[in-house]
């Protein structure tokens, strides 16, 4: 069962910011919150992962709260190329774990 | 660098039939991984390869299920006989052998298995 609960979809206009939530509340210490997309007919794409600070890379910021039990998946400025399913996963290692993807959050683009 | 790469694309059998699914992964990734996504439902992890081993079999559904993966190179996934609830969505993805590392998954873009 998936560690992490997402609104099941949303909506955000061409060039505004999309704040996707994750609530991971059960979240051990050592396990990282992963983002990952699947824009349609595409296998699933990674976008940023996390342990407790804040991150940001070329795609997306991942904002994680204090006490780690929820994080935001912030696209600065959305495009129509990001309308896509995204999945907020938690794992300790690939070596250990199982990517469980969950049924995400679908993002609906809009001109 | 390529991607993963998948083949074939597409794949329409008959219910019975025998089907072999190859995954390329990137060059000098020793993690190969299979998934798949049954129509209407979560994506789901299969197996796990570490180079040529077996690491984690835990997701394949049964011993119509078989995946190869030697030399530690490209991977095949075989379904025989193949059965109707088998269609839907069969991904690979690679990473970087991991040590202490969080390397991300690289996923392939999918072959789509259609069992009629």
């Known amino acids: 069962d998936a560690k992490t609960t997402q609104p099941t979809s949303m909506d955000c206009a061409e060039g505004r910011a999309a704040n996707l939530p994750c609530n991971h509340s059960t979240i051990s210490g050592n396990e990282y919150v992963y983002w990952y997309r699947q824009i349609h007919s595409q296998g699933p794409q990674y976008i940023i992962h996390?342990?407790?600070n804040n991150e940001t890379n070329e795609m997306a910021s991942l904002i994680i709260t204090e006490d780690r039990k929820s994080s935001t998946l912030i696209l600065p400025h959305a495009t129509l190329r990001d309308t896509a399913v995204y999945y907020c996963i938690v794992l300790l290692s690939y070596n250990t774990d199982k990517l469980i993807f969950g049924t995400g959050t679908r993002l609906q683009v809009f001109p | 660098e390529a991607g993963v790469t998948q083949f074939p694309s597409h794949s329409v059998i008959e219910k019975g039939q025998t089907v072999t699914l190859r995954c390329d992964p990137i060059?000098?990734?020793?993690?190969l991984y299979w998934y798949r996504r049954v129509m209407g439902k979560e994506i789901k992890f299969l197996l796990h390869f570490v180079k040529e081993s077996k690491q984690d079999e835990s997701g394949m559904p049964n011993n119509r299920f078989l995946a190869e993966r030697t030399g530690g190179t490209y991977s095949t996934l075989k379904v025989q006989p193949a059965e109707l609830e088998d269609s839907g969505v069969y991904f690979c993805a690679s990473s970087q052998a991991q040590g202490q590392g969080v390397s991300p998954l690289h996923f392939g873009n999918g072959t789509r298995l259609t069992v009629t």
């Open positions: 060059s000098g990734h020793d993690n």
């Open positions: 996390g342990l407790k």
